[in-house]
């Protein structure tokens, strides 16, 4: 190392040590830039710095990442270039006005992305020496976005009658609208920030409504209730609440928004239809129990009124079964001219009064709904026959004609009931006699319709007699109701015949009318429908009701009848028929001769209604006794209806026979049982019938 002259350093060495520090100083300047850089590279806002006359010598890596385009592409042109161009005009102004204090604030403006897009950023910038600016740029978008949201939201809810409130996502108030203050008394200021339960909800409050809404909101679901609030001066009111989360883009709630409907009214009046229908209930409990006690009043009206006309029919057929019955006997005898006629009469009036009595009862049972139809095998010729023995007679008295005809094409073998058939057909053809005084009555059959399983068969009924005015036929089929007063006087009748016919047609789905002139005679006809049967089905029952003739009966009966007129009958007309018969007083009495008897009895025929013991209770002990339980019991009563043949059956009886007795019927019938018994028996003793 040399010295200068004046004994100091060389003026090298001292150039070295500056040149040096100078070096160390400039590398320390430069490390600190590029740690400034770095930093800034990783700010997520745009750090962008511009010359005197605005184009931009640098952008931080940010700058890609928020506009799509690399800082080298943009660096050298000027900053308007990618400010959307409505906002161009606010940065310039903002650019070209003094920043006071060194920094200046923009309002938000948006930015062109290199894909076109827009974003909205907020501005700050600062002057440097050189005349440029250095500034921020940070993204504002879904701020912009959000705060135009609930502006756009506000101003929707500002316009309904429903009360809205919108919460932050902690649930506290930010805003109302001007439909909650009015409702509630509450404004803005009183409620913003708190949370809407702590407000509104009140003691009587449905808890469980409260629980369910915080729970869905804790899960982030739409949630609807209705809640009792209550306004600021107390009152409360109801609503229906609809609570819904409004989410952010990356799924997390931003606010929720609850929209409330007034429902008081609606609460109000469902609960005076609440009221109103409980007071309904209880008028119609009360209403209820009433009809209940009317119903069972009638019902033991009912039962009375039926076990009233069963008694009744008891009462009165038993003397007409003796009459018919000591008649029937009587014709047998050789008796003169003038008995003989004196007994046909009898015997006639007393038919005559059992069809009147038949008439009211059926009336009776169809009243209270109690006639059903049967469905058996029967020849509509055999019954078109019975007809026409049974009128042709009425008409042969009366010096007119009667003719029975049968269609083309009408089937012989149907099944129904041939019983309320023949009633029906016997009414008409009646009464078409009796009004007729010259010329006949025809009964015509005609097919209708039907096919091989089914047939509609049409009956006509035409006489030539009085016939009816418009005003008569309109009546006609009215219970107790004739053509005029007159009728009754001059022909009789209780006027139920034509009444009791339609309602039979009817049970049978059918249909009945009149066709009429007065002077012109009339056509009474109706339509049904029937199964056909087979052929096969009626070949035993043709031959017994073609043959008039009592059967044979061989067996050991015993009668069971307290009517001494009806024992000597019934013992009269079974010992002409060839059967051995004994009599019992009543049930008590047949118990002991049927248990005592040497030689067993091969049938019972047992009265229904008899004193000590009636007919149901010795069955019942018959059935019971094992040396008797085998012996068929065959009912008689003078109680011919359905539900009384049942309650026959019930009691363990075989067969059911109705009084007044038909001799021809009862021998038919009881020859059946006790060719079964014999058959049993291993017996091969014929048996006529």
């Known amino acids: ?139 504002v978008t879904r701020q912009k976005e959000a705060r135009d949201e609930l502006a756009k939201l506000s101003l929707v809810a500002s316009a309904t009658e429903d009360l809205v409130i919108i919460t932050d996502p902690e649930q506290r108030i930010e805003w109302v609208n001007d439909s909650f203050t009015r409702r509630t008394g509450y404004t803005l200021e009183d409620v913003r920030g708190k949370r809407p339960g702590r407000v509104l909800q009140g003691s009587k409050s449905d808890a469980g409504a409260i629980n369910r809404i915080r729970d869905a909101l804790r899960r982030n679901e739409v949630v609807r209730e209705e809640l009792l609030n209550y306004a600021k001066n107390g009152d409360p009111y109801w609503v229906s609440v609809h609570i819904s989360p409004i989410f952010s883009e990356e799924g997390a709630v931003q606010r929720y928004v609850s929209v409330q409907v007034d429902v008081t009214e609606r609460k109000r009046f469902e609960e005076e239809i609440l009221r109103q229908k409980a007071l309904l209930e209880d008028r119609v409990r009360e209403r209820t129990a009433e009809l209940a006690r009317a119903k069972e009043q009638a019902e033991a009206a009912t039962a009375a009124k039926g076990q009233f006309l069963a008694n009744m029919s008891h009462e009165i057929r038993t003397p007409l079964n003796a009459i018919i019955g000591l008649s029937h006997l009587c014709l047998q005898t050789g008796l003169d001219a003038d008995q003989r006629d004196y007994l046909v009469k009898t015997q006639r009036a007393a038919q005559n009064l059992m069809q009147t009595v038949n008439d009211v009862l059926d009336f009776s049972k169809m009243e209270a709904g109690g006639l059903t139809l049967e469905a058996r095998p029967f020849d509509l010729e055999a019954t078109l026959a019975s007809i026409d023995s049974i009128v042709g007679y009425l008409a042969r008295a009366k010096s007119i004609t009667l003719a029975v005809r049968m269609g083309d094409g009408v089937p012989r073998a149907l099944s129904g009931d041939s019983f309320r058939l023949e009633q029906v057909l016997l009414n008409l053809a009646g009464n078409a006699v009796k009004f ?145 018969v004994e009599v019992a007083g009543n049930g008590r009495e047949a118990l002991e001769i049927l248990r005592a008897a040497a030689v067993p009895f091969d049938l019972v025929l047992m009265d229904v209604q008899m004193p000590e013991m009636d007919g149901f209770e010795a069955t019942r002990q018959i059935r019971a006794d094992p040396a008797l339980a085998g012996v068929p019991v065959v009912a008689m009563t003078a109680n011919a209806g359905d539900d009384d043949r049942q309650r026959c059956l019930e009691a363990g009886m075989d067969g059911f026979e109705s009084k007044p007795i038909n001799p021809a019927r009862i021998c038919t019938n009881l020859a059946r049982w006790l060719a079964t018994v014999r058959a049993r028996a291993g017996s091969s003793a014929p048996f006529s019938g």
């Open 1 to 139: 190392m040399s010295e200068s002259p004046a004994g100091g350093f060389s003026t090298s060495l001292a150039t070295d040590i500056h040149v040096e520090a100078t070096s160390r100083l400039t590398e320390a300047l430069i490390e600190a830039e590029n740690r400034m850089r770095r930093r800034i590279q990783i700010l997520s806002e745009i750090v962008f710095e511009t010359d005197a006359a605005g184009k931009l010598v640098f952008l931080n890596d940010a700058w890609k990442r928020m506009s799509g385009i690399a800082p080298d592409a943009a660096t050298g042109r000027p900053l308007l270039d990618f400010i959307h161009e409505p906002d161009r005009a606010l940065l310039e102004r903002m650019l070209a006005e003094p920043v006071a204090g060194g920094e200046s604030v923009c309002p938000q403006l948006r930015v062109r992305r290199g894909d076109g897009a827009l974003i909205w950023v907020e501005v700050s910038i600062g002057r440097i020496a050189n005349g440029g600016v250095v500034g921020m740029m940070r993204d």
């Open 436 to 580: 007729t005084a010259a010329g006949g009555v025809t009964i015509e059959v005609r097919r209708a319709g039907g096919d091989d399983t089914t047939v509609e068969l049409e009956f006509l009924v035409r006489d030539t007699g009085i016939g009816l005015s418009a005003e008569e036929r309109d009546r006609l089929f009215r219970p107790f109701s004739q053509a005029d007063a007159s009728t009754t006087r001059r022909f009789g009748g209780t006027g139920l015949g034509l009444s009791i016919c339609k309602r039979i047609v009817d049970l049978m789905d059918g249909r009945i009318w009149v066709e009429s002139e007065p002077g012109q005679g009339s056509t009474f006809a109706f339509r049904v429908r029937f199964p056909v049967a087979a052929e096969s089905a009626l070949a035993a029952a043709r031959a017994r009701e073609m043959s008039g003739q009592p059967a044979r009966l061989l067996g050991r009966i015993l009668v069971a009848e307290d009517n001494e007129f009806n024992q000597q009958i019934l013992v009269e007309l079974l010992q002409g028929a060839g059967a051995t």
